[in-house]
């Protein structure tokens, strides 16, 4: 068994933001993290022909001056830069959406493949339970998406019960290539009123590979009616349609696969940054607090560690 003062579910954007504010005040959390890589949305996908696809969060926007200086921080480190092509200058990742979590990941200690099967309270905190091991910490931080917040840590649980009103909504994303084109009809459409509410020419991003590659995320009814399709199919038709909008044949896609993201939009948010228990062991946060926006999962997280800052150096 495995034992740290803070533990951290998942790390994505909450849960990176937050570690590495308590870190950077001297604290060592540990993120437990179920799949492969970190970042959450803020998710870039490979191919071997060369192909590269931001399948996750298509940009950045900073209203706050907080994030706004965290943001600049990325782009001194040249893990971010401008992306002229949305209907205004953004925020993107780069090389990849992804490097701006891995830039922000670094030094943490971050377990990858490691899902959080039984977490249970103990009498000097919580003890959360995976396929082959065992930790325990005196304060935990679940930073997962609220339904699978829910599951962990019961129905019947207080704060369970407190963000019970919070509603989220899934996201079928299509990632295809083509061979060049000599005209391009635009760089991004956003039409939220279509089922395919995003389209972009992700090589369009600044310091991508130069190869027309292109991004389409169906809206929140359309990947709810189709949500467990088989992605093959997903990808086919959404292919179809967007085949349609450039005026491209479909058969002359060098590349056509469809990501299916469960929990990808913010329909009715908890309204605040996070919700903790009065003795303050254990906190919930993560962009569906406030909105599916990459600023509000950075506020959820930053708001929790500043909250258990304040307990910890309070202690």
Request: charged share 25%; aromatic share 8%.
């Amino acid at each position: 068994m495995e034992r740290n003062a803070i533990g951290i579910i998942g790390a994505g954007v909450a849960g990176i933001f937050c570690a590495r504010t308590l870190q950077d005040h001297g604290y060592t959390p540990l993120l437990l993290e179920k799949g492969r890589g970190v970042g959450g949305r803020l998710a870039t996908r490979r191919t071997e022909a060369g192909f590269q696809f931001d399948h996750g969060a298509q940009f950045i926007t900073a209203r706050s001056v907080g994030f706004r200086e965290a943001v600049e921080c990325l782009s001194s480190k040249g893990t971010a830069g401008v992306w002229a092509g949305a209907d205004r200058e953004v925020i993107v990742g780069t090389p990849s959406m992804n490097a701006i979590a891995k830039s922000l990941a670094e030094g943490l200690d971050i377990r990858r493949n490691t899902r959080v099967d039984v977490l249970q309270a103990t009498e000097s905190g919580w003890q959360a339970a995976t396929a082959g091991s065992t930790f325990e910490f005196d304060r935990l931080v679940i930073t997962a998406p609220q339904p699978q917040t829910v599951d962990l840590i019961g129905k019947e649980h207080p704060l369970a019960r407190a963000i019970s009103g919070v509603r989220m909504s899934p996201c079928w994303t299509l990632m295809a290539a083509f061979p060049d084109q000599h005209e391009i009809p635009f760089t991004s459409r956003s039409a939220p009123d279509s089922y395919l509410a995003w389209i972009a020419l992700n090589s369009s991003k600044p310091e991508r590979p130069d190869t027309n590659s292109w991004v389409v995320q169906a809206s929140a009814d359309w990947s709810e009616k189709n949500l467990e399709r088989e992605p093959e199919d997903v990808a086919q038709e959404l292919l179809l349609r967007l085949c349609g909008v450039l005026r491209v044949e479909p058969s002359s896609a060098l590349h056509a696969s469809a990501h299916r993201w469960r929990y990808a939009r913010v329909e009715e948010p908890l309204g605040k940054p996070y919700c903790r228990n009065d003795a303050g062991t254990l906190y919930l946060g993560g962009d569906w607090c406030l909105d599916a926006r990459v600023e509000a999962a950075w506020t959820s997280g930053r708001a929790i560690a500043e909250d258990l800052l304040g307990d910890l150096n309070a202690g």
